[in-house]
T-cell receptor, first 113, second 115 residues
């Protein structure tokens, strides 16, 4: 079946540090891959996505590259800010049948000044 | 992308009562979903809300506990019935839209506490 595995948190960084949050997936075929962000007290917002192998999604300084060979979609940012503190969810969406999202467990990021 | 307005944003309810959560989308969407997010956990899909017909429930969720309505392509409700403290969670609705109608967007969530 389809599944997503994320690194456990919390991830604690100082402002301007480099961020990596690992995400690997298991799926048949070629799913679309997403990163969602949930700020405290809010719902989920789409951060970035990639729909095919070698695609790079980017938004607000965050990037993730769809790696078919390693079944990964790691989230990176070169310099984090305090305002990036949130929970980040990796997700996949099968490209056939019912297009239900499958979410990872989420990784909490804490950025200190 | 489309915007979902979800309400209430939070509520504190007595056990044994029911709460109905509403989601209004600012444009027509083909598919809507309801999720539960228990404290510190990821999202679990409750059901797919089908327009004009009964919702499709995931394993472990039943219509008697979580009745869902979707009278048109812009509106859906989820009722949490006969609540117990174990139902304390964040409930989120989601729709598919964006490019190709495959991009999921979410309401702001309803934080439910059952006492």
């Amino acid at each position: 079946g389809n599944s997503v595995t994320q690194m456990e948190g919390p991830v604690t960084l100082s402002e301007e540090a480099f961020l990596t949050i690992n995400c690997t997936y298991t799926a048949t075929g070629y799913p679309s891959l997403f990163w969602y962000v949930q700020y405290p007290g809010e719902g989920l917002q789409l951060l970035l996505k990639a729909t095919k192998a070698d695609d790079k999604g980017s938004n607000k300084g965050f990037e993730a590259t769809y790696r078919k060979e390693t079944t990964s979609f790691h989230l990176e940012k070169g310099s984090v800010q305090v305002s990036d503190s949130a929970v980040y969810f990796c997700a996949l969406q099968p490209n056939t049948g019912f297009q239900k999202l499958v979410f990872g467990t989420g990784t909490r990021l804490l950025v200190s000044p | 992308s489309a915007v979902i307005s979800q309400k209430p944003s939070r509520d504190i309810c007595q056990r044994g009562t029911s709460l109905t959560i509403q989601c209004q989308v600012d444009s027509q969407v083909t598919m809507m979903f309801w999720y539960r997010q228990q404290p510190g956990q990821s999202l679990t899909l409750i059901a797919t809300a089908n327009q004009g017909s009964e919702a499709t429930y995931e394993s472990g969720f039943v219509i008697d506990k979580f009745p869902i309505s979707r009278p048109n392509l812009t509106f859906s409700t989820l009722t949490v019935s006969n609540m117990s403290p174990e139902d304390s969670s964040i409930y989120l609705c989601s729709g598919l839209g964006g490019q190709g109608g495959t991009e999921a967007f979410f309401g702001q969530g309803t934080r439910l506490t059952v006492v």
